[in-house]
Structures are given as structure tokens and as C-alpha cells.
């Protein structure tokens, strides 16, 4: 299974498990085939090809990790919870906080194996779209303090639980909020 890699001796198995022992956590899903109906028309979103608008990152926090979490700017994460540390991630741009939120092709990605789905959403907004509304639900915490300090309050974390397959999301929407969601 996913647990386990070949070790260096031909046809042999070691799994995590082998290892760790009970502390084994599972393999967290990987993201591919990102698509997104983004246009980076002020031309802001970050050269490096490994941490531009709409490619993959691992969750973590502190100036030393650098996580750039927007393609477009230098926002830098500084807390985060526990549970969200080494998650993979979709490295938005935050230039598509007004996106339409009617566009639920707006960001689009494969996962390879059943996901729980986060959705860090803006704590300034007023209302949220309706796509996170009707199919995510609120852990009622705030996460994700950053070096953005517009937003003192940081994220709003919403989840859903997800099969392996084809996930889409919906714009931003222009409800409120000044930050564009991860």
C-alpha cells in the first residue's frame, strides 16, 4: 500500500509501520493536474516555477520554513495548527480574491487517495461563497496567522472529506474578504 516503500534490498518492503511502529502516520494524498481559470493579468505571480500561482506546497510555519503560501506575494505563515502541519497544499494567488465565486471550475485538482479537503477562508469576509457554505463545514478555529497584517485574525478553516478523483472549487467571491483563500 502507500505506507510502505521498497527498501534496498531487491523485492523487499518496508512500511512505515516496520519502522514507527504505532506512531506510523498514513500518507497524506498527493495533488496533481492542477487547473485553474486564473489570469495573472497584472503579471505579479512569482517566476520560480516551484512557488508560482497554482502549484503544490507542504503546509508549515515560522520565518525559517519561508512558506510563500500566494504565488503573488511574500506572506510568510507563522502559526499554524498542529493538524495542518505537512499537508499538502495549492499555493493560490491572492490577486484572485474577487474571483466569481459562480465559476466552480475556478480551481480545479486530482488527489490519489480519500482526502480531507481544508479551505483556509479569509476571517474578514462577510458571508461565503456558496460553494464552501454548501459543501464544507467550519472547525470553528481561526488558523493560518501570517505576516499579513491586514488580517490580524487570520483563517477560517472549513473541511470536507473527499474520494480519491477530480476536486473543483469555486471563485473567491466578493463578500468581504481581502485575502484570497488557500
Not at 505579479?44 to 516551484?50: K, L, Q, S, T
Not at 504565488?71 to 495549492?90: A, Q
Not at 491586514?150 to 476536486?167: H, K, L, Q, S
Amino acid at each position: 500500500g502507500g505506507r510502505c516503500r521498497p527498501d534496498t534490498e531487491p523485492h523487499a518492503v518496508r512500511c512505515c509501520a516496520d519502522v514507527n511502529g504505532p506512531a506510523c502516520s498514513p500518507p497524506l494524498p498527493g495533488i496533481s493536474d492542477i487547473t485553474t481559470n486564473s489570469v495573472d493579468s497584472d503579471g505579479d505571480c512569482r517566476a520560480d516555477p516551484e512557488t508560482t500561482c497554482y502549484t503544490t506546497g507542504s503546509l508549515a510555519s515560522g520565518e525559517g520554513d519561508n512558506l510563500k503560501y500566494y504565488g503573488d506575494r511574500n506572506y510568510v505563515m507563522t502559526d499554524i495548527p498542529d493538524f495542518l502541519v505537512g499537508m499538502n497544499y495549492v499555493r493560490t494567488a491572492n490577486d484572485d480574491k474577487r474571483a466569481d465565486e459562480n465559476d466552480l471550475e475556478f480551481l480545479c485538482f486530482n488527489v490519489d487517495d480519500d482526502a480531507t479537503i481544508y479551505v483556509l477562508y479569509d476571517s474578514r469576509a462577510n458571508s461565503l461563497p456558496g460553494w464552501l457554505a454548501a459543501n464544507y463545514l467550519d472547525r470553528h478555529e481561526a488558523a493560518a496567522i501570517h505576516t499579513d497584517t491586514n488580517m490580524a485574525d487570520g483563517f477560517e478553516i472549513y473541511y470536507r472529506e473527499t474520494p480519491p478523483g477530480r476536486v473543483c472549487m469555486g471563485g473567491n467571491g466578493n463578500l468581504g474578504a481581502g485575502s484570497n483563500y488557500i
